[in-house]
T-cell receptor, first 111, second 114 residues
């Protein structure tokens, strides 16, 4: 089992829809969870981070964390073509003090 | 204008040559990291530094070297010992060196070795 797993996609949604991106992790001691957006050929850009169970909202983005089920999600409301990118999930596992990266989910928002 | 700069954006070298990638930050962040990204693979940590004059190997340090003589600068040297140096190299910073805080990335350097 990979330490951080993401569906590679591509996930295709129509403009204006909600895009739901999921990430599961294996280390129950994980403490911090990050979502990054990476456009093709560019570097990753931090979108959200979450530390506690529940939802955290920032504009059109909502991060959802469920430590019991070991998953973290990113919801993008009112998806725009400019949201088309690869979304990377990263999880900080406190026991080994490492930031573990998923391979990313490719999102395509169709006009 | 705060941020992380990496230069050059594209770099081409012949096999057998050492090459140094620059990373400079004016965010006053303590920790700096070097990652490489290859198609189909996740970000892999090469080296990191939590304070000046100290650095640690990451998961794939072989064939690479770093220095941290100033808080603002963390250059990465790709030596001829690195078997597959062609990759996208990313420098990142973190406010402190705790590891559990967000990391901020520079624009990256794409290295091609032929």
């Amino acid at each position: 089992q990979k330490e951080v797993e993401q569906n590679s996609g591509p996930l295709s949604v129509p403009e204006g829809a909600i895009a739901s991106l999921n990430c599961t992790y294996s280390d129950r001691g994980s403490q911090s969870f990050f979502w990054y957006r990476q456009y093709s050929g560019k570097s990753p850009e931090l979108i959200m981070f979450i530390y506690s169970n529940g939802d955290k909202e920032d504009g059109r983005f909502t991060a959802q964390l469920n430590k019991a089920s070991q998953y973290v999600s990113l919801l993008i409301r009112d998806s725009q073509p400019s949201d088309s990118a690869t979304y990377l999930c990263a999880v900080y596992a406190g026991n080994n003090r490492k930031l573990i990266w998923g391979l990313g989910t490719s999102l395509a928002v169709n006009p | 204008d705060g941020g992380i700069t990496q230069s050059p954006k594209y770099l081409f070298r012949k096999e057998g040559q050492n090459v140094t990638l620059s990373c400079e930050q004016n965010l006053n962040h303590d920790a700096m990291y070097w990652y490489r990204q290859d198609p189909g693979q996740g970000l892999r940590l090469i080296y990191y530094s939590q304070i000046v004059n100290d650095f640690q190997k990451g998961d794939i340090a072989e064939g690479y070297s770093v220095s941290r003589e100033k808080k603002e600068s963390f250059p990465l040297t790709v030596t001829s010992a690195q078997k597959n140096p062609t990759a996208f190299y990313l420098c990142a910073t973190e406010t402190t060196g705790t590891g559990n805080l967000p990391r901020y990335f520079g624009p990256g350097t794409r290295l091609t070795v032929t």
